[in-house]
């Protein structure tokens, strides 16, 4: 049985778990894996599936193949994987990663006690899951910038 992999101050490593889309990636997406990389040593990203995209917000901008390159060339985050497809629960991939802490984006619309509750139940009940706050920008999300470009378009025309 391998040992658990030790921080620098020789206690055991803490590991994060951020998840997210991470389409036309931007300064929101940044400050949420700042935060999540602090409540540990170390960072696993999973970016969503194409199809999970598809399935629950809207046709990708960018392929899963290229959220996954950007989001890991970010400085907070130490490994980045492309999360299952729709038809696999995301709880699935927590034996690979192993996270102490699950950070959850301030506007991600995941209801905190019941994915504590779906951990317990699947054996998972030592797991964190801590919701980070949200940068004081106005265009700290993919809507936003999206309508801010569609506003000034609009602005040209007229």
Do not use: C, W
């Not at 990203?45 to 392929?63: C, G, L």
């Not at 060339?73 to 994987?81: A, S, Y």
């Amino acid at each position: 049985m391998k040992s658990q992999p030790m921080s620098l101050d020789g206690e055991p490593m803490k590991r994060v778990l951020a998840v997210g889309v991470f389409d036309l990636l931007h300064a929101g997406h940044l400050h949420y894996l700042e935060q999540a990389k602090s409540l540990g040593d170390h960072l696993t990203v999973v970016v969503a599936h194409d199809d999970t995209v598809r399935r629950r917000k809207h046709e990708p901008v960018t392929s899963q193949d290229f959220r996954r390159r950007m989001v890991a060339g970010l400085k907070p985050v130490d490994d980045v994987v492309v999360g299952n497809p729709p038809d696999v629960p995301i709880f699935d991939i927590l034996p690979a990663i192993k996270p102490d802490v699950i950070a959850l984006g301030y506007d991600q619309e995941h209801a905190e006690s019941h994915i504590r509750s779906s951990l317990a139940e699947r054996g998972f009940d030592g797991m964190k899951v801590v919701r980070v706050t949200g940068l004081s920008d106005d265009l700290d999300g993919t809507r936003k910038i999206i309508a801010r470009i569609l506003e000034r378009a609009k602005q040209q025309e007229g």
